[in-house]
T-cell receptor, first 117, second 116 residues
Framework: QKEVEQNSGPLSVPEGAIASLNCTYS??????FFWYRQYSGKSPELIMS????GDKEDGRFTAQLNKASQYVSLLIRDSQPSDSATYLC?????????????????FGKGTHLIIQP | DTAVSQTPKYLVTQMGNDKSIKCEQN?????MYWYKQDSKKFLKIMFS???????INETVPNRFSPKSPDKAHLNLHINSLELGDSAVYFC???????????????FGPGTRLTVT
């Protein structure tokens, strides 16, 4: 049974600070890792994807992956009130470059992030 | 120019009815998915489908069936609706073979199904 674990929160961070979101996964052969943001009543919105160990930066967002520890994190710098949302960690067995059909994503239950003005 | 669209946005129906939800993507992707988000906001894969392979999550009742008229569409048909089917259903799509951003899935706006 593939599992993805996240602290449900709420995680409260002051505006302008760094928000740190964490995720662990159980299936060691997982290959692809994603962070989605979901506002209440809306659909998940892809923020970051990461496939190899290390850091990947995109604007104010940094994703970090450690496959040995089966750990993925998302850092949000200069947090803004508009960043307040639920952040979903998702993993896939697919490497992205192999053929065949696509595995669905396994999601964590999400971390509710609140940025305090 | 919506990338992934779903209809209807809201669906209220009675137990025992049969209903369908439609999904269309204009991203040129070759794989589409259906996810269910329950009342606790837990998002779970139901199906993934491309023109060669249907992968069914084993926990999905056989009352649920995906139907794909072409690569850009994947509809979800539900027979004999039950109270527990009430949830938000999301369609998503991705490019399963290579590409600049492989396996990144993009979600539609969701269909809120309420069974009374």
């Amino acid at each position: 049974q593939k599992e993805v674990e996240q602290n449900s929160g709420p995680l409260s961070v002051p505006e302008g600070a760094i928000a740190s979101l964490n995720c662990t996964y159980s299936d060691r052969v997982s290959q692809s890792f994603f962070w989605y943001r979901q506002y209440s009543g809306k659909s998940p919105e892809l923020i970051m994807s990461i496939y190899s160990n290390g850091d990947k930066e995109d604007g104010r967002f940094t994703a970090q992956l450690n496959k040995a520890s089966q750990y993925v994190s998302l850092l949000i710098r200069d947090s803004q009130p508009s960043d307040s949302a639920t952040y979903l960690c998702a993993v896939s067995l697919q490497s992205g470059y192999s053929g065949g059909g696509a595995d669905g994503l396994t999601f964590g239950k999400g971390t509710h992030l609140i940025i305090q003005p | 120019d919506t990338a992934v669209s779903q209809t209807p946005k809201y669906l209220v129906t009675q137990m025992g009815n049969d209903k369908s939800i439609k999904c269309e993507q204009n991203l040129g992707h070759d794989t589409m998915y259906w996810y269910k988000q329950d009342s606790k906001k837990f998002l779970k894969i139901m199906f993934s489908y491309n023109n060669k392979e249907l992968i069914i999550n084993e926990t999905v009742p056989n009352r649920f069936s995906p139907k794909s008229p072409d690569k850009a569409h994947l509809n979800l048909h539900i027979n004999s609706l039950e109270l527990g089917d009430s949830a938000v259903y999301f369609c998503a799509s991705s490019q399963a073979r290579g590409g600049r951003a492989p396996y990144e899935q993009y979600f539609g706006p969701g269909t809120r199904l309420t069974v009374t």
